[in-house]
């Protein structure tokens, strides 16, 4: 593709995206996080979605069914976005391969993990950093956004700069916790998640204490505590 034509591609590729209610999208190049089975994809599109602050300020000491159900359809826009995204970067002669916004791989040694850590490409692209909470922090919207993942061969318009944590000395996300996953480190890049993070945990109070909300897939009490994104905190990016 000449550059021109390529450009205008991108311009509109992300016009239409942000039309479907994404409020952001990003590239990057991201052969140091890309598991070896997808060597061939170079390259990934980040789809953010933004969620609601006023269902994420109702919950308060567990989440709610409201929650639940925004964070449901949250993950069904994005993959949604996905196949969109898809669609037109293949028309491009591209070879694509979408990460869902929610799905966990048993097969890949961590449980609680997908085949591709959206929040990887995520900040290769510039949009943020991994937070404490193991979260992904967008530097526009905190820790309030969802995300999926485009992977595709074409070359993506990628100059970024990965964030490194802007977490400090915060520890709101680990106060929040009451599964004690949250170890409290602050996340630089080349760690595994489980320096930061106790997925186990996590994943064993969700089920334990939420099974009446959302089957036990959700909590969103260290989203919710994180003061990025949060209105009134002060806190600035
Ligand atoms: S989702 Fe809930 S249990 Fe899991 S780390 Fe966050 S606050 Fe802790
Ligand atoms: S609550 Fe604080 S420590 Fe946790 S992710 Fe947000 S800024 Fe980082």
Redesign the pocket.
């Known amino acids: 593709m000449e550059a021109s034509v390529r450009d205008e591609f991108f311009v509109k590729f992300k016009e239409r995206l942000l039309y479907e209610g994404l409020c952001e999208v990003g590239f990057s190049r991201i052969d140091e996080t890309v598991p070896p089975d997808l060597s061939r994809y170079h390259y990934a599109v980040t789809l953010m979605y933004r969620l609601s602050d006023a269902i994420v300020e109702e919950i308060d000491g567990a989440?709610t069914y409201a929650y639940f159900q925004h964070y449901r359809a949250a993950n069904a826009l994005l993959d949604r976005c996905a196949l969109i995204a898809c669609e037109m970067l293949r028309r491009e002669g591209a070879m694509v391969y979408p990460i869902a916004a929610s799905q966990s791989v048993h097969d890949r040694g961590d449980k609680y993990t997908g085949i591709y850590q959206h929040k990887s490409a995520a900040v290769a692209a510039g949009l943020g950093w991994i937070g404490k909470?193991?979260?992904f922090v967008s530097h526009q919207y905190g820790s309030r956004v969802r995300l999926a993942t485009v992977l595709t061969d074409l070359p993506l318009p990628s100059d970024a700069v990965p964030m490194e944590s802007r977490c400090g000395n915060c520890t709101k996300?680990v106060e929040?916790?009451?599964?004690?996953?949250?170890l409290g480190v602050n996340y630089v890049r080349g760690m595994e998640r489980s320096e930061i993070?106790?997925?186990e945990?996590?994943?064993q109070?969700?089920k334990k204490?939420y099974g009446h909300i959302g089957r036990g897939a959700?909590?969103?009490?260290?989203?919710?505590?994180c003061p990025y994104g949060e209105r009134g905190s002060g806190v600035t990016f």
């Not at 929040?176 to 949250?182: F, K, L």
């Open positions: 989440p909470s193991a979260l996300c929040a916790c009451p599964s004690g996953a949250v993070f106790d997925a945990k996590c994943s109070h969700m204490a959700v909590c969103g009490l260290c989203m919710r505590a």
